[in-house]
């Protein structure tokens, strides 16, 4: 069963930093792009970035350009954001994200982690 | 950039059809595929349909998603609509390679 599970949030100080993970199993990680999606208290979702399958082409949203980092280690099945300059806007919860995989059965599945919330107040 | 316009909220019967729409303010909406995303209260989101009208293995075959170039929309149709079908429901495509999100659909089963 596949599983993508987030670490790494909590409370910080606006101006502050953190690094997030998010650890893959079940499927073959480095075959997929990967994305950070986030959700604002009460709100709807947001793309914050995304990830080649390599690692070799990154992408970002406006609202985070300059400021989050995204990367992966694909020995070690697990996406990073590294999340500096952090504002009270980003306050959310983060989830790590592919609209697809094949499993081990060669079955499509959707993959969603549970999400890790990342407070950000003084 | 475009933007993805979700109605905000709809409502239907258990046993009846629902269609939630999805349109592309700008360039075409066969331009990238669209994704469907079920949020239900207090959880994760999942996926429902992935490029433009795919299921994923264990989404009951109630879920279909098509889309429409005259009205550069993309729809999600739910048949036989049951109570656990209440939740949220967002489209997603691609700007380029970044992903924009339509801003969900309340969906409620009464």
């Known amino acids: 069963e596949v599983q993508l599970l987030e670490s790494g949030g909590g409370l910080v100080q606006p101006g502050g930093s953190l690094r997030l993970s998010c650890a893959a199993s079940?499927?073959?990680?480095?075959?997929?792009?990967m994305s950070w999606v986030r959700q604002a208290p009460g709100k709807g979702l947001e793309w914050v970035s995304a990830i080649s399958g390599s690692g070799g082409s990154t992408y970002y949203a406006d609202s985070v350009k300059g400021r989050f980092t995204i990367s992966r280690d694909n020995s070690k099945n697990t996406l990073y954001l590294q999340m500096n300059s952090l504002r009270a806007e980003d306050t959310a919860v983060y989830y790590c994200?592919?609209?697809?995989?094949?499993?081990?059965?060669?079955?499509?599945?959707?993959?969603w982690g549970q999400g890790t919330l990342v407070t950000v107040s003084s | 950039n475009f933007m993805l316009t979700q109605p905000h909220s709809v409502s239907e019967s258990p046993g009846k059809t629902v269609t939630i729409s999805c349109t592309r303010s700008s360039g075409s909406i066969a331009s990238n595929y669209v994704q469907w995303y079920q949020q239900r209260p207090g959880s994760a989101p999942t996926t429902v349909i992935y490029?433009?009208?795919?299921?994923p293995s264990g989404v009951p075959d109630r879920f279909s998603g098509s889309i429409d170039s005259s009205s550069n929309s993309a729809s999600l149709t739910i048949s036989g609509l049951k109570t656990e079908d209440e939740a949220d429901y967002y489209c997603q495509s691609y700007d380029s390679s970044n992903g924009v999100f339509g801003g969900g659909t309340k969906l409620t089963v009464l």
């Open positions: 490029e433009d009208n795919q299921r």
């Open positions: 079940g499927f073959t990680f480095s075959s997929y792009a």
């Open positions: 994200a592919t609209p697809y995989y094949y499993d081990s059965s060669g079955y499509p599945k959707g993959g």
